[in-house]
C-alpha cells in the first residue's frame, strides 16, 4: 500500500529508475472526463531533465503511453483504471556499476539495503526521483479535472534558492507563465538571477544547493477536506513530504504564524456583497480551517534539502563496512527545484482531486 | 476512513467534544502485550487542562474505561480490537448556545457547516482538541510497544513560544523528567521563565500565543519506513499536522537545510567499531533516508499557531450573513503547546508503531 | 483492517462477548440523516435471543447507547463518526471456566489460540454471535439510509431448515411482516410447522441444526457496484460469509444456474412502456450483471451449518494436548436461523448503503 | 479502490480487453524471493485461450513483461512494485462495431452504461474474463511465496459441467498433473468424457453449460485468517465470487452441511501422536474454523454459470430503447471451466498470501 496515494481518486505508481519501465495506474478517476494529454504533456516536460542548463542533461523521454481507462471512439474517461507508462529511454547500467558496492551519503542506498536486505543499484532504483514521472502524469490529470469541474488553479513556484528569497508574490494572480518566465521558475526576475547564479556557483564547487516552493490553489470552494485525521492541512503535508529531498512543510502562515498571537492571526469573517459569500478578510489560515476548505486561497510551502548527489569526494563505507571514498560522476542536477515545480503542484492536485470526490458524500444529498 | 490512521496499527477515534462520550478502538495491536494502563494515565495526564496555571481549568476525567481487547485472565492484549471511552465529565452544554448562530473566526464552525450543513455547536464538536485524548491513549500503547519490543524512546519538548526560543537540547539526552521540570515543558529553564511570561502577558490581553514543539525518537532501528508514498518522513508530516492547530512541520534540519550546501548537508556514513553497526557521522538528515530510518536519532518539529479563541472583541458574520462582534468567554488555554508535547510524541508513537509491524513484511524472512 | 467492512461506509467493531461491552463505529455516515433509533431498536430486537422457545433463554440488554456523531439539537446525523456501544449485562465470566484448558469441537478456540497465542474464554471473546449486534446495528442505520434515499427494501427470511425447504416466495412482495408471523421466520406457515418440529427435534437430542436464508433487495437502481474486485456480488459475497457459522453463498440462480444452459439463463433485454426503463424479462442473473446492478431484484442466499454447541459429548484435547471429552451446558440456539434474518439483512445493507456513496463519484456529473 | 485486491499483499489490476493492454501491480510483495516466471508462465498457458477444442480459438499473447521490481543482477523480489504488462496481440476492434449500438443479454453493456454513461465496445471492455490474465499471473507469484515459505499447495479441478459430476476426488493427493490429464481438467477421467461430450453438444447447439469447480489448498499451517470481516473464509468467498460468471460459493461441506446435525458436522481434536500437533479427525470445516485455518486441508467450491455469449437469436434493446435481436459472432468458449481452473487457484493463492503475511503481525513475537 505504500506505493498507493488517495482514498476514492487513488493513484499506485510502481517502477525503478532503470529497466521496463514505471508508470503508473489511476482508479477512481469518474467517467465522461475528456483525457487531458496535452497537460500531462506539458507538465511532464516541465519536469523533464535537459530543459535548460540549470537541470541535468540526462536525456528521459517522458511521453506517456496510455494502456487502459480512455474510451477508444470518444477519448474520454472509462471510469475504470488508467494506466499510464513511461519507456526508460536513456537507460545506461554499467554507469552504476561502481555503486554497487558501497552507501552513498543521504541516498537511500544504506536504507533500502536495511529494510530489503538488497537494492537496485541502476539509477538509484526506486528512490530515484525519476519516480515523480508517474506522479507528475497523475497530477496533471487531477487537476485538469479540477479545473473543468470547478475552476481550480493551481500555481507553485520556486520562493527560495540557497537561501536567496523572491519578493513578494501575489498568491491572487501569479500563474504558470510568470513562473515559467524565468529558467528558475521564479516569477520575481530579480531574484530569479540571483538564484540563478547560485546554483551555477554551486554547479562549477561539485555542489548542490536547496531552497523552497511555494505553491497556491485558488478557486477550491468551501467543505473540502474532512476533520481529525483527513484535514487538508495533514493530507497536503503527507503529499508534499513524499516528494524527495523534502525537509519542511508550512501552510498559511506557516512557521511565521507562532510569533503573532491570536488577535493578529484571527482572519475575521465579512459577507461579501458582490457574491453573497461568507469570506475572510485576512487569510492567514491559508484557505483551511479545521482541515477543511473555507474558499479562500489555499497557501503552503515545501522546503527541499542540496541535492545528495555532490562531484567531490565524501567519506562512506563499503556493504562490507570498510572505509572508502565516493565521489559522483555523471548527470545530476545540483538543484531540483525548477524541477520539482510540477511535482508540487501535482501532488497538491491528487489531494484536491480526491476530496472534491470524497466531498460528494458527505451529506444526503449530493452536494459538498 | 477520514477518523482512521494507520495501516497495521490503525486506530479509529470518535466523539464530539461534549455529549455521551469519546474514544478510540485500536485495530492491529498484536496479542500477548501487557496492557500499559500505567503509560496510558501518564500520558493522560500530560495532556490534560487543569494542570496548572497555564492550560485551561477546565476539568476533563481523562480516565480509559477499556472495554474490549485485554485478556480479562492475565491484562496482555488479545490480538482483538481495544476500545477505549473517555465520558465528558463536566459538559456545560448551555455554555454554549450563544455560538449557534455565528461563526468564530479562525474555528472550523463556518468550514463544517459548508461541507455537512450542520454542526454540533457544544464544545466545537469533533474540531475541539478534545479529541486528542483519543489519540493520546492509543500512542501511549504504541510507545509502550515500541519500548518493549525494540527499546525506542520517544520524548517532546516545548522549543519555542511567541518566538522566544529554548538554547540547545541535547537530543540523544533530553528525557520527559526534564521536559515536565517546567511548567511550560521546555527543558531550557531560563527559556521556560520567559516563555511563561509570554503566555501570562498574553492572557492577561486576552490573547493568546503560538510555538514550536520538537520530538525525538531514539533507538529506532534501520529498516523501517517505506518507499514514496509511505515514507517516514511523509507519514510523521500527515500525522503532525493532523493535530488541531499545526501549520508548519520539518524533519531533520527541516528549513534550515535550505541554506546549506549538499557537501555541508551530507551525513558521511562510517563503521562504529564498537557495535559494528554503519552510522552516520553527522545526523542532518534526522534518522531517516530515503523514506526510511537509518538507526540515527529520528528528529522533527511541528509548529502551532496561537489558538483560535481570544477574549477580545472580533468581527464576524451570522449564519445568516449578518455582521456581528463575537467575544469569547469561557474556559480556554492562551497556549496549548505545553499540553500537546504528549499529542506529539503520541502522533509519533504511532506512526512508529504501525512501521514497526509493516517492517516484518519486508523480506520472506520475518526481519525487518 | 480486520474489523473494519466498507470502503465509504464504513464500520468498524469491537467487543469480545463479554467484559466491559461491545460496539460499532460507522465512518461515512453523510450528514442531514435523521437518526432511525425505532429502526435500529427493531433489528436489534429481532437479532435478541430470548424472543421465544426457539432462542436461547440468555438475556441481552440491546439498547445501544449512541455516544457521538448525532446531532443533539436535531438529532440528525453530524458526517462525523456514529459510535453505537452495547452493554454486556448478562455476563457470567465463571461459568466459562471449564473451557479454559481445552478446546471446544468446531468452536473457534483452537484456532484463536494458533494465531494469538491466547484467547479470551469468557463467552467465546470476539468469535461469539453477539459480535452481530454491532453490525445489526450499523446496518438498520445503512437500510434507513438506503430506503430514505433511494426507496431500496431489505428483506430476508429463512427458506430452509435442516432440509426442510420453505414453498415459493415471492421475491418481489414478500415483507417483514410476513417473515414475522413464524417463530422461525420463515414466510411458508406449513413449512414453518415443519422447521420448528425439527429444531425442537434437535433441541430434545441435545443437538443443532443447520438450514438457509434468502434475501431479496428491491429497488437498487441500476449501476451500483463497480468491475472486477468491488463486484457487487463479490462484496455481498464476503459480507455474508463473514456472519458465524456460515457456509455457503448464493447469488441469483445460484448453484442451479449450473444446470441451465445459456440460452435458458440469459435474461433478454425490453423496455417497459409504461416507465421507459430497460428491463429484463427473467431476473435469473439476480439483479446483478458484470458486478453492476441492474435494477432488477438483487436475490441472493446464504447457508449456515448447525451451531457447534452441541449438549452431548464430544472427543476433544486440552491446551496441553492430553485427550478429553467435553459437553456443553448454557444457553445456546439449537438454530441460529431466526436470529440470523437481520444479521443477513444488515449485512446486505451496508454492502448496499457503500455502494450508494461511491456511486456518486462513478462520473464527472454526480448521477450514479 | 475497486480494482485493488488484498491488504498486506495487494494487487491492482487495469486494462480493457481490447487497446493497449492490461496488466497487474503487486505492492507488498517480500523482498528477496527469486520470482517465479517459469511458475507465472504455467499458469497463464493454462489460463489461455485457443488451448484445445473446448476453449476459444482466439489468440492471446499471454507471455507477462516484468517492468518493475526485480533485482536485474540476481532476479530475486525488490521489495518495490512489480508491475507486470500483457500487450493486447490479436486485438480486431472492428468485430464488435455492430455490438455498440444495443446491450448484449446478461452481458456488463447495460450496468456499465447504467453506472459510467458509457462503455468500452471492444472486447467487453473491462468486463472481459481477458482481465483475469492479470490476476492469474499475480496469483502464480503468490503460490510460489505461499510454496516455498511454507510449502503450501493448491489445486482446483473441474467438479462438475452441465450437471454431470466428478466422482470422488481426493482432496489430499489430488494434483495439477491428474487434472490437466483430462482436456475439462477433470481428474476423473470417465466423468471427463461425459462433460466434454457435453460441452460438445451446447457448441453445436450454439449454446454454453457452466458447472462448478472444486479447490483444495494444503499445508496451511494453522493460525492464518483474522476473527469477523478478515475470516479466510469471508476473504475467500469475495475473492471467488469476483471471478467473471461466478454464482455460487462454498466452503468445507457447504450447503451438503446444512442438511447435517451439529452432532454430524462436529470436526473432533486428536493430537497427532507423530507430529504432536492437534488435528480433526473429520474435516467438516474445511480448514477453517472461526474465520482462521487450523492446519487441516482448506476445501471450497465455485460455480460459474453458463457463459453469456450463445450463438442463438436473443431478444434485446438498443441503447436508444428499440426491440432488436442479438445474435453474437466470433470467437468464445462455450464452457469456461477448463480455463478457469487456474483463475481459482490465483484467486485463493492471493488470499491465503495477504494472510501469510498479516499473520506475521498478530503477536508481539513475530510467529503467527
New interface residues.
Given amino acids: ?5 488517495g ?4 493513484i ?5 529508475s ?6 503508473v ?1 489511476v ?2 478517476c ?4 475528456p483525457f487531458p494529454h496535452a497537460r500531462i504533456a506539458a507538465q511532464l516536460g516541465r519536469r523533464r531533465p535537459g530543459q535548460g542548463r540549470l537541470t541535468s542533461p540526462r536525456q528521459e523521454a517522458d511521453g506517456a ?5 480512455v ?4 477519448g ?8 499510464m ?1 513511461f519507456a526508460n529511454k536513456d537507460a545506461r ?1 554499467h554507469a552504476y556499476d561502481n555503486l ?1 558496492e558501497l ?1 552513498r ?4 542506498d ?3 539495503e ?9 539509477g538509484g ?3 530515484s526521483a525519476r ?1 515523480t514521472v508517474a506522479r507528475v502524469a497523475a497530477g496533471a490529470l487531477a487537476e485538469d ?1 479540477l479545473q ?2 470547478h475552476g481550480v488553479e493551481i500555481v507553485a513556484w520556486v520562493d ?1 534558492v ?2 536567496i528569497s523572491a519578493g513578494h508574490v501575489d498568491a491572487e494572480t501569479v500563474d504558470r507563465a510568470a513562473v515559467d518566465r524565468t529558467l528558475v521558475r521564479c516569477p520575481d526576475e530579480a531574484a530569479a538571477e540571483r538564484m540563478i547564479a547560485a546554483i551555477d556557483g ?1 554547479r562549477s ?1 561539485g ?6 516552493i511555494r505553491c497556491v490553489a485558488r478557486g477550491v ?11 487538508l ?10 516528494l ?1 529531498a ?10 511565521a ?15 461579501d456583497p458582490a457574491s ?1 459569500a ?1 469570506r ?2 485576512t487569510n ?2 491559508g484557505g ?8 479562500e486561497t489555499i497557501r503552503l510551502a515545501v ?8 562531484f ?1 569526494e ?4 563499503t556493504r562490507g ?3 572508502t571514498v565516493f565521489q559522483a560522476k555523471g548527470r545530476h542536477d545540483p538543484c531540483v527545484l525548477p524541477r520539482a515545480v510540477p511535482m508540487v503542484e501535482s501532488m497538491v492536485a491528487l489531494v484536491l482531486c480526491d476530496h472534491m ?12
Same sequence: chains 1, 2, 3, 4.
Avoid at 470552494?221 to 484535514?231: E, I, L, M, R
Avoid at 504564524?257 to 459577507?271: I, Q, V, W
Avoid at 522546503?303 to 555532490?310: C, E, G, L, M, R
Fill in positions: 500500500m505504500s506505493n498507493s496515494f482514498h476514492t481518486f487513488r499506485t505508481t510502481f517502477g525503478e532503470h529497466g521496463g519501465g514505471l508508470g495506474i482508479d477512481g469518474p467517467a465522461g472526463h503511453t496510455v494502456l487502459s481507462g474510451h477508444s471512439a470518444t474520454v474517461t472509462l471510469g475504470t483504471p488508467i494506466a507508462v547500467p554497487a552507501y551519503p543521504s541516498h537511500a544504506y536504507t533500502y536495511a529494510r530489503y536486505g538488497l537494492r537496485e543499484v541502476a532504483g526506486r528512490a519516480e479535472l473543468v469541474l527560495e540557497a537561501g554551486a564547487d555542489d548542490t544547493v536547496g531552497g523552497v470552494p468551501a467543505g473540502w477536506g474532512t476533520p481529525v485525521f483527513g484535514k492541512t495533514a493530507e497536503l503535508a503527507g503529499a508534499l513530504m513524499s524527495p523534502t525537509r519542511a512543510f508550512e501552510v498559511g502562515d506557516g512557521l504564524a507562532t510569533r503573532l498571537r491570536g488577535s493578529e492571526h484571527n482572519d475575521p469573517f465579512y459577507r453573497g461568507v475572510t478578510r492567514h489560515s483551511v480551517q479545521g482541515g477543511i476548505s473555507n474558499g522546503a527541499f534539502k542540496p541535492t545528495a548527489t555532490i567531490r565524501q567519506e562512506t563505507v563496512g570498510e572505509s470526490l470524497r466531498a460528494r458524500s458527505a451529506r444526503v444529498g449530493t452536494g459538498g
